[in-house]
């Protein structure tokens, strides 16, 4: 049974920060392209970073030098770690899972229909 469950949202004053956590279960983590999307109200999905097990990130414009994905792989926990946090930001943040090849993954990455695996999502609201 493959489940995902995000933790650490929460509200933030503008420059603040926040750390997103998805602890996964049910799947082997280290084979798998993990990724954070998030969805603003009346928006669209919107991917926002991945990373591999060999440590490989990317990351969307918006974010670049801001946010921080990481993994733990012993603990098959992601992290999003936030800082400089503006209200755009606000949104519902969702952790993903999918089965690609690492150039897919890190290199050229696609939408969200490349992940079969999702969590519930945990709400960022920044003001």
């Known amino acids: 049974h493959v489940q995902l469950v995000e933790s650490g949202g929460g509200s933030v004053q503008a420059g603040g920060s926040l750390r997103l956590s998805c602890t996964a279960s049910?799947?082997?983590?280290?084979?798998?392209?993990m990724a954070w999307f998030r969805q603003a109200p009346g928006k669209e999905r919107e991917w926002v970073t991945a990373?591999?097990?060999?440590?490989?990130?990317i990351y969307a414009d918006s974010v670049k030098g801001r946010f921080t994905i990481s993994g733990n792989n012993a603990k098959n926990t992601l992290y999003l770690q936030m800082n400089n946090l503006a209200p755009e930001d606000t949104g519902m943040y969702y952790c993903?899972?999918?089965?690609?090849?690492?150039?897919?993954?890190?290199?050229?990455?696609?939408?969200?229909?490349?992940?079969?695996?999702w969590g519930q999502g945990t709400q960022v609201t920044v003001s």
């Open positions: 993903a899972a999918g089965f690609m090849t690492q150039y897919r993954c890190t290199e050229a990455p696609g939408g969200s229909s490349d992940f079969g695996y």
């Open positions: 049910g799947f082997t983590y280290t084979t798998y392209c």
């Open positions: 990373t591999r097990s060999d440590g490989s990130t």
